[in-house]
T-cell receptor, first 114, second 112 residues
Framework: GAVVSQHPSWVICKSGTSVKIECRSL??????MFWYRQFPKQSLMLMAT?????????EQGVEKDKFLINHASLTLSTLTVTSAHPEDSSFYIC??????????FGPGTRLTVT | TQLLEQSPQFLSIQEGENLTVYCNSS?????LQWYRQEPGEGPVLLVT?????EVKKLKRLTFQFGDARKDSSLHITAAQPGDTGLYLC????????????FGTGTRLTIIP
């Protein structure tokens, strides 16, 4: 099956700093990548959809200036949490998909902001 | 916005027992997927159901898609500790859309 990786798997940063999370599709080209956020004991909430070479589409209530998404190639999307605050601490999960195929999920990145 | 409500929210049962998890919506979905997620990991796809009334079996797991395509169920027979995890249903946010809407989740614990 298709493999999606995320890096780092966990990160601790200080309040006010920025953190970049990478999502890579390892053995296929993803036309679309999705970024989700998951709080403890809760389900996944879609944050944004990114397509290679175009601007990401953000879900209602997600600050696009705070969560910067770049989809530079068909195998890489990055999520940068800018000026992180403790309330941004969460489990961030990406998925990669191709038209007509299922989405493949990454293993997630746990962000802790102190 | 299409919402998917799962029940129960939490379920803790003894090994060997049977259980059913439900996923309900007031909206029609073109398909529904079931995922299992373990702590600290991403969700793993178990099955996709597409046709109303469809039943799919995956070893001890039986998935059903409602006739009206508004609901689905997951039945586990003779549950094992390895079945422990967060079970999520999900469906396309809109017809033909790649975006997924996830259900509220059911956290299942199987006690040895």
């Amino acid at each position: 099956g298709a493999v999606v990786s995320q890096h780092p798997s966990w990160v601790i940063c200080k309040s006010g700093t920025s953190v970049k999370i990478e999502c890579r599709s390892l053995d296929f080209q993803a036309t679309t990548m999705f970024w989700y956020r998951q709080f403890p004991k809760q389900s996944l909430m879609l944050m944004a959809t990114s397509n290679e070479g175009s601007k990401a589409t953000y879900e209602q209530g997600v600050e696009k200036d705070k969560f910067l998404i770049n989809h530079a190639s068909l195998t890489l999307s990055t999520l940068t949490v800018t000026s992180a605050h403790p309330e941004d601490s969460s489990f961030y999960i990406c998925s990669a998909g191709r038209a007509g195929y299922e989405q493949y999920f990454g293993p997630g990145t746990r962000l802790t902001v102190t | 916005t299409q919402l998917l409500e799962q029940s129960p929210q939490f379920l803790s049962i003894q090994e060997g027992e049977n259980l059913t998890v439900y996923c309900n919506s007031s909206s029609v979905f073109s398909s529904l997927q079931w995922y299992r997620q373990e702590p600290g990991e991403g969700p793993v796809l178990l099955v996709t159901v597409v046709t109303g009334g469809e039943v799919k079996k995956l070893k001890r797991l039986t998935f059903q898609f409602g006739d009206a395509r508004k609901d689905s169920s997951l039945h586990i027979t003779a549950a094992q500790p390895g079945d422990t995890g967060l079970y999520l249903c999900a469906g396309p946010a809109n017809f033909g859309n790649e975006k997924l809407t996830f259900g509220t989740g059911t956290r299942l614990t199987i006690i040895p």
